[in-house]
C-alpha cells in the first residue's frame, strides 16, 4: 500500500509538467469512468442533461457497441435515458485497469486530446474482498485516469472517493474531520475497498502537490432519489431495507448513517466540474442522521416508520428469521442478506455481524464546509428528505 501510494516517475514528470497549466472552463468534452454505475449514470445524465457539453464513457464490455448499449441500459434503469441525449454519447469499450484502458495508442492520443476534463468514477467495492483484490481496478486504475489526464494537453482529474477512506480514523479523532484532513495521517481503514480508495487518494494528493489538477469527492452513503425511489441493487443499504420489508423483521439496533439521494450527489461532481484546476477537497453527504434500523426511511426522531411495519428483534433471532427465510427461498432478499451477513467477521455479540458497525454516522463523524460553499457557488439546495424516502418506499413496497 506504501509503494502504491508514490506516483510512478512518469506520472510525477507529467504532473510537474501541468503545473500552471491552462484548462478549458467549463469543460466542452468530459471523459467518465464508472459510467454505467450508480452515481457515475447519474452524472453522465447530469452533464448530458445541464450543459452542451459532450460525454465520453469508458464502460467495459467486448467491443464499443455492447459499450453504448450497456450505457443507455444503464441511464434507461434509472428512469433518465432520452433519445434526444444520444447525440452527445460516446460509449467507448475499455478497461481501467488496462495500460491506455486498453485501447489502441491512436485512440488513447486522440481522446486525450479531445478531452477537456476526467470525471474518474469507476471503482470496484465489493466489502467481502481485500486491498490485493481492489488494487488493480481502485488503485492503478486511477493512476491510469491520471495519466490519461495528464497526456499532452494537461486536463482536470475529478476522483469520486469515500468517506470510508477516513472513518476508522474519525471514529477516534475526537471531533469531525474536515475536508482538509491529510488522508496520509490517517488510521489505515479496515475494509479492502475502503484501503484501495486510501491508497489513490494518497497517490492523487502527491500528484497535485506536483501540480497536477486534482479534485477529491468524498462520498457518503449514495441512496435513491425523489424524482424516481430507484435504488442501487447492489448497495447494502438496498439489500438490508428489501430484507426488512420481505421478512418482516429488523434488527433491534440502531444503524445510522446519512441519506444523501444520488442526484444532489451528481449535481456536485457536476458543479465541481465547472470550476477551476486549483484542486479542492469536498465531502458530500447529508447532514440529517438517517437510522436504517429503527425508523426505516424516517429521519432520526420520526415517527413514520418506512420498514413496512418491520418488527425489530434481538440480532440472534433477526438471524434465525433469516436463516429459515433463506431455507424456504434460497433466491429472496432474505437469503441473500444472510449469505453476506455470515460472510462478515461475527464481531457482534453473541457470534452475530455487528449491526451497528455496518454503517458509519457520517454526519457525526466528518463535516462539509467547503461543499456547502460549492453548493453556494452554484446555487445548490438540497431537496427535503421526506419525498426521497417517499419514492424510495414506492420502490420497496411496490
Known sequence: MERDALPPADLAHAAAR?????????????????????????????????TQGRVVCLVRARDDAQARSRMVAALR????????????LDARAGDLALPRFGWPARRWERYAAECDAVLHAGALVNFLLGYRDHRAANVTGTAHALRFALFGRPKPLHHVSTLGALDRHALHAGAPLGEDTDPRRVTVPASGYSRSKLVAEKLLLRARELGAPVTIYR?????????????????????????FHEAGVRPAVPMRTDYTPVDETAARLAAGLAEGPAGADYHVFR?????????????????????????????????????????????????????????????????????????????????????????????????????????YRATLTG
Not at 22 to 40: D, K
Not at 77 to 88: P, V
Request: glycine letters at 10%.
Open 77 to 88: 434503469a434509472q428512469g433518465l435515458w432520452e433519445e434526444s441525449l444520444g447525440q452527445r
Open 219 to 243: 462520498l457518503g452513503e449514495i441512496m435513491p432519489a425523489a424524482d424516481n425511489g430507484v435504488p442501487n441493487p447492489r448497495a447494502l443499504t438496498h439489500l438490508l431495507l428489501s430484507a
Open 287 to 391: 447532514t440529517e442522521s438517517v437510522d436504517l434500523a429503527a425508523v426505516g426511511l424516517s429521519p432520526a426522531g420520526a415517527a413514520d416508520a418506512a420498514d413496512g411495519g418491520a418488527r425489530p428483534l434481538p440480532p440472534r433471532e433477526f438471524m434465525a428469521t433469516l436463516a429459515a427465510a433463506a431455507e424456504a427461498d434460497e433466491r429472496s432478499a432474505s437469503a441473500l442478506l444472510h449469505a453476506v451477513l455470515t460472510s462478515l467477521p461475527a464481531t457482534g455479540a453473541d457470534g452475530v455481524p455487528d449491526f451497528a458497525g455496518l454503517f458509519v454516522d457520517n454526519p457525526r463523524l466528518f463535516t462539509r464546509a467547503g461543499c456547502a460553499a460549492l453548493d453556494e457557488r452554484h446555487g445548490l439546495r438540497d431537496g427535503p428528505l421526506d419525498k426521497a424516502f417517499a419514492a
Open 18 to 50: 501541468a503545473a500552471g497549466a491552462a484548462v478549458v472552463l467549463p469543460p466542452r468534452t468530459v471523459l467518465v469512468t464508472g459510467a454505467t454505475g450508480f452515481v457515475g449514470s447519474r452524472a453522465v445524465h447530469r452533464l448530458l442533461d445541464g
